[in-house]
């Protein structure tokens, strides 16, 4: 396997991890304050903990994804690294806030 598909696989188990606890904290905010701010944030966590999953999946266990990411160039991979990598950077300055 590629160190840039394994990084990336890497990237989203950190952001699967780090939205588990932020949908748990805004889930818990939701109950006692019952605000629309809470949530919106809510529901955002969740298609993102959905779409997480789902990469993990791929990365994991998709064999038809591994072709796809294959044939493609190596920039391709980089470029799923790069947005994995992002997306992690996002959520961990959010998760700072969150618990701050």
């Given at each position: 396997m590629s160190l840039w598909v394994d990084v990336a696989e890497a990237a989203a188990v950190v952001n699967v991890a780090v939205l588990a606890g932020l949908v748990g904290v805004w889930a818990r905010s939701y109950r006692r304050l019952g605000s629309k701010h809470a949530l919106g944030l809510l529901v955002f966590g969740g298609f993102l903990l959905a779409e997480n999953l789902l990469w993990v999946y791929?990365?994991?266990?998709?064999?038809?994804?591994?072709?796809?990411?294959?044939?493609?160039?190596?920039?391709?991979?980089?470029a799923m690294l790069g947005l994995c990598a992002l997306e992690s950077v996002g959520l961990l300055v959010l998760a700072w806030v969150t618990w701050d």
């Open positions: 791929a990365y994991s266990f998709d064999a038809g994804f591994h072709a796809w990411l294959y044939e493609g160039t190596a920039f391709t991979r980089q």
